[in-house]
């Protein structure tokens, strides 16, 4: 229906991962395509936003770019276009490096572009019910923790390593926040795991606990198993992560 259209399309845009499609399993490719693909445009969207039309508008866009140590927006690059042009590379380079990685560990070819474009964006919208949790594979598991991770980090930051800081992502402070959250968090879930009495071992708790940390924590939404049936300590913890 037009209503259920326009659902899925701001879903998409906005990289929100909520639907309102059933059984996307026998969903046309068409339609999986173009849900990744609203996900992707939606993902770099947001941030050539923020860092070239806002400032136009003075919504304070370029405040992205100010220094710690001044009160002065620092201009990162002296137009606009180079600096969209620069990210967009950035961002097709690490959703082309995230579908090689799901192709070599597992996925076909339509799995591995579109899963590919929906980690990148950090959106989660999958081509299964099941989400990552349908191809029951540890490596793919992991690659999506790596590129959500890296979707994740601000492109500020990979425009100052392009233009030539190369410690930038052990100085800066966003990053480094997010490394604390995210390894804290992990090792709060692990642990309750651990001592919940489940069946899994120890790697695979510290699989489980960090994949869906991360898949939460980034707003991504990826899921490999019910965490609703692991008690109402997960639920309460998952919904401050978000």
């Not at 941030?47 to 002065?72: H, N, Y």
Request: hydrophobic letters at 50%; aromatic letters at 16%.
């Amino acid at each position: 229906s037009l209503v259920d259209s326009f659902f899925e399309s701001m879903s998409g845009i906005t990289t929100t991962g909520s639907t309102v499609i059933t059984n996307l399993d026998n969903a046309p490719k068409s339609i999986l395509m173009w849900r990744a693909l609203t996900q992707w445009f939606g993902g770099i969207g947001i941030i050539v936003m923020a860092i070239t039309v806002l400032p136009l508008l003075k919504v304070g866009g370029m405040q992205l770019f100010r220094m710690e140590s001044s009160d002065t927006t620092e201009k990162i690059l002296p137009k606009t276009s180079e600096v969209t042009l620069i990210i967009f590379i950035i961002y097709l380079v690490l959703t082309i490096a995230c579908g090689f990685a799901y192709w070599i560990f597992g996925m076909n070819i339509f799995d591995s572009i579109a899963h590919s474009m929906t980690t990148i964006a950090t959106g989660g919208f999958s081509t299964y019910d099941d989400s990552i949790g349908h191809f029951q594979n540890h490596k793919i598991e992991i690659i999506s923790i790596i590129f959500i991770i890296l979707g994740s980090l601000p492109f500020i930051s990979y425009l100052k390593f392009v233009k030539g800081e190369k410690k930038i992502f052990f100085k800066d402070v966003q990053i480094k926040g997010l490394f604390y959250i995210f390894i804290i968090s992990a090792f709060l879930m692990f642990c309750y795991l651990m001592f919940s009495n489940n069946e899994y071992n120890l790697l695979d708790n510290f699989r489980i606990s960090s994949f869906n940390v991360v898949s939460i924590l980034s707003g991504t939404g990826y899921v490999t198993t019910d965490f609703s049936l692991w008690g109402k300590f997960p639920l309460i913890f998952f919904l401050f992560l978000m």
